[in-house]
């Protein structure tokens, strides 16, 4: 079996030429494990004229009692032990020029709260102790067709919110004097999709640039009060979506 991964590992492997470059693209910045789901795929493409060898890195997303973030390297050995832990399987890959490549996410341990975790898809130059199945002569020519080009190597890093086994949602409204401030009392991510301030006056429905808010458990989002605009934006908590109107 060893040598049947290894002989297709090889095939992935084109003829290095000088000043070709991988281009990684992994799709949305964001993704989600619901609680019904123990895994998700994220698929890595390559537009780019060079096969890429991508590592995989997890760490996980904490917050201070401020909501400042830091991160703690994801341990292996909390895989299939008693702890928590984002695992991505293959962790490393090689996507082909032009072609795509896919590692699962899988969460193990405890869905009592909710957990974030950060996932980077970086690009490298093979080292024969990388494990990506190169021989030393192969890991050394791809090194130097990619030197011989720009040698910028673009990762990605993609946020993952693993949703509570239990979620309770509570979205409260406090409407002030001057503003509204929708406030996260669950114990899981709200997401406040397509939020737009839109005009009211003789030009009613002309909106402004949209953006999305995560709207974390115990967080706040304020929308201010002005004469003649309103703010419109769609509420998803899990799998349900609905449409507010704050004028």
Not at 21 to 41: C, N, R, T
């Amino acid at each position: 079996m060893k040598r049947l991964i290894l002989l297709g590992a090889a095939l992935l492997l084109p003829t290095f030429a000088s000043a070709e470059m991988p281009s990684i693209h992994v799709g949305a910045m964001y993704e989600y494990l619901l609680p019904d789901q123990g895994a998700l795929l994220k698929r890595v493409r390559n537009s780019g004229d060079a096969t890429a060898f991508v590592r995989v890195q997890v760490t996980e997303v904490r917050y201070t009692q401020d909501n400042t973030p830091y991160e703690v390297d994801v341990e292996p050995g909390l895989y299939g032990g008693d702890g928590s832990a984002l695992i991505a399987s293959p962790s490393r890959l090689i996507v082909p020029r032009q072609g795509q490549q896919a590692t699962r996410l899988l969460f193990h341990g405890n869905r009592d709260k909710e957990r974030y975790y950060r996932v980077r898809f970086v690009p490298v130059l093979p080292k024969k102790e990388d494990e990506f199945a190169l021989t030393e002569a192969q890991s050394e020519d791809y090194r130097r067709a990619i030197a011989a080009g720009v040698n910028v190597l673009t990762g990605y890093g993609v946020f993952v919110i693993v949703h509570p086994e239990a979620p309770s949602p509570d979205l409260r409204t406090d409407r002030q004097a001057d503003r509204t401030v929708v406030h996260n009392a669950g114990n899981s991510t709200v997401v406040l999709d397509n939020v737009r301030q839109c005009s009211t006056g003789t030009q009613p429905g002309q909106c402004g640039a949209s953006r999305r808010v995560h709207l974390l458990p115990g967080r706040s989002e304020a929308f201010a009060h002005l004469p003649g605009q309103d703010h419109r934006f769609e509420i998803v908590e899990g799998k349900s979506r609905k449409s507010v109107l704050l004028d």
